[in-house]
């Protein structure tokens, strides 16, 4: 009875699932032989790995060794395999015992292109056989994306090894496409059709691309309707993720759009000042912001590096504004209803303000780093996948224009500034102090120019000429929505951003540009007055 106990439990262990241990016969075939040879082993101990059990661990010294012989780091002396650690220091490949001394034998082990794309996708294969579901599911994803027709067959055993093991059902529906597209170069026309059918449910950019491949080499008539049905499945669920990014990205820069406008909607549409410095406002934004950057790395704890932007958009606000209100106050008080002295000012402004930076920071870019929670996109829908940055930038545009219709339409610092630009005498006469109100609104103006920057500078370079890029198509917003019109601004700025991403899509960048020019100033030569009329005293 304890006989056959006994034989009985050894037949059990025998039968239980380990972790795959390399031996150094495996490692000796993987490091010589011819390349089918090589292959040949480096296959079957990746379908070993992945026939284990659910939760057992790849063994971490056959991942250590395919990963030096990836790099060329794996040596052989004599019927011995050895690895070259990062410091150079040798060890055995097998138990990673180190050497003493080296061997005098030393041979490098070669390895060709065809053999290094087969160690990437057997350390893929390995990933199969983590424990952690995450891990499994990179894998299949990863196996998915890089299977070819060369590849398929090695790689079909060890993906219906793992499918037969697998619990988890994300993991299972990537490695049942994974398995599809490794079917789909299949010499059986029944088993390419069924990859046909599941490949048309992937609804990825692999997927269009693997069935675009087999559809070129397809011979079969009956395979070849399967694929073509399939792409179109594809295709026609992407269109609508393209359309919306098309979308998304016209909205994208409609809102960078208007928030550089805005500051420039008070300065020339309320107020009447061609500010050729806007521009150069924005870039204080931006270096306000890399200071702040700075001084949160230097003097706080670095967890609190990713709320750097709290204090940012104040201090941008502030900077401007108050470059703003000094140049107000010296300069342009004098020059108003003027307005080619005011531009010839203003532009004289604007080459100081852009010498100082150059004086303070120097004439090349400097780094801002965008948070960490702003990095990445959102997949929404198949071929759609939106970056969080521009994301972020769109609600803060909302954000800023929503503030600032409070202020203009419901505080008294907009009733203000509506009463001097409508009739600049009378609201004197009611003891408005005029001059003051300039001051505040043109510091207004250019706060909203700081924050324009301080968004600029999370999708793009900041230096000494970031406003000049902007402060054209600024000018181009306010005009074509009407002076003084903040309806008119945020209409003409998506606008705007909407004509220019889908003519880019078709006539390129620069004739897009160009385009979008033209069509301002024919609309200009037909309604000078913009898209909103002024009415009213102000008309």
């Not at 709320?307 to 108050?322: D, E, I, K, N, Q």
């Not at 005011?342 to 090349?364: D, E, H, K, N, P």
């Not at 606008?495 to 609309?523: H, M, P, Q, S």
Request: net charge positive; aromatic share 4%.
């Amino acid at each position: 009875m304890l006989r056959t106990l006994a034989l009985a439990a050894l037949w059990i262990a025998a039968l239980a699932p380990a972790a795959m241990a390399l031996t150094p016969a495996q490692a000796l075939r993987l490091a010589q032989g011819e390349t089918d040879e090589r292959i040949a082993a480096l296959n079957q101990l990746s379908a070993a790995a992945a026939a284990a059990a659910p939760g057992t661990p790849p063994d971490a010294r056959l991942a250590t060794v395919l990963q030096a012989l990836g790099e060329d780091r794996l040596k052989r002396a004599g019927d011995r395999v050895l690895l070259q650690r990062a410091d150079g220091q040798l060890e055995d490949a097998v138990t990673g015992a180190p050497l003493a001394s080296p061997p005098e034998a030393l041979e490098d082990v070669m390895v060709n292109n065809r053999l290094r794309g087969e160690i990437d996708a057997a350390l893929g294969s390995l990933r199969l056989a983590s424990p952690v579901a995450a891990e499994r599911l990179a894998a299949a994803q990863a196996l998915f994306k890089d299977m070819d027709a060369d590849a398929a067959p090695q790689r079909l055993p060890l993906l219906e090894a793992a499918l037969q093991r697998e619990q988890d059902a994300a993991v299972r529906e990537a490695l049942a496409l994974a398995r599809a597209a490794a079917l789909a170069a299949s010499p059986v026309p029944a088993q390419r059709m069924d990859a046909a059918r599941a490949l048309g449910q992937a609804r990825s950019a692999d997927a269009l691309r693997l069935l675009n491949e087999r559809l070129g080499a397809e011979a079969d008539p009956e395979v070849r309707r399967a694929l073509q049905r399939s792409l179109r499945e594809v295709q026609a669920s992407r269109a609508w993720g393209e359309r919306i990014a098309a979308l998304f990205s016209g909205i994208s820069l409609g809102s960078i759009l208007l928030l550089v406008a805005l500051g420039l909607a008070i300065t020339y549409g309320l107020m009447g000042v061609i500010n050729m410095a806007h521009g150069e406002l924005m870039m204080i934004g931006a270096y306000a912001t890399y200071l702040v950057q700075l001084g949160v790395r230097r003097w706080l704890p670095e967890a609190w590096f990713d709320a750097y932007l709290l204090l940012a958009v104040p201090a941008a606000f502030l900077a401007a504004a108050a470059v703003g209100a000094a140049l107000e106050r010296s300069v342009l008080r004098w020059l108003y209803g003027r307005p080619l002295e005011t531009l010839l000012a203003t532009w004289g402004l604007s080459l100081i303000l852009m010498q100082a930076v150059r004086s303070l920071f120097g004439a090349q870019n400097v780094a801002v780093e965008s948070p960490a929670w702003m990095g990445g996109s959102l997949a929404l829908l198949p071929g759609l996948a939106l970056p969080v940055n521009r994301v972020v930038i769109i609600a803060f545009a909302l954000a800023v224009l929503a503030g600032m219709t409070l202020v203009i339409g419901r505080t008294r610092l907009g009733l203000f500034v509506r009463a001097v630009t409508q009739n600049r005498r009378m609201a004197a006469c009611t003891g408005v102090h005029t001059a003051r109100v300039d001051t505040y609104a043109f510091a207004l103006g250019s706060g909203l120019a700081g924050l324009a920057g301080c968004a600029l500078s999370q999708v793009g370079n900041v230096g000494p000429d970031l406003g000049q890029s902007y402060v054209v198509d600024a000018f181009m917003v306010v005009v074509l929505g009407g002076v003084g019109q903040l309806a008119g601004t945020v209409l003409a700025a998506l606008g705007l951003g909407l004509a220019n991403k889908a003519l880019e899509g078709v006539v390129g960048a620069v004739l897009a540009k160009i385009a979008v020019l033209l069509f301002i100033i024919v609309f200009i030569q037909k309604r000078p007055q913009g898209l909103f009329a002024v009415k009213g005293r102000q008309a």
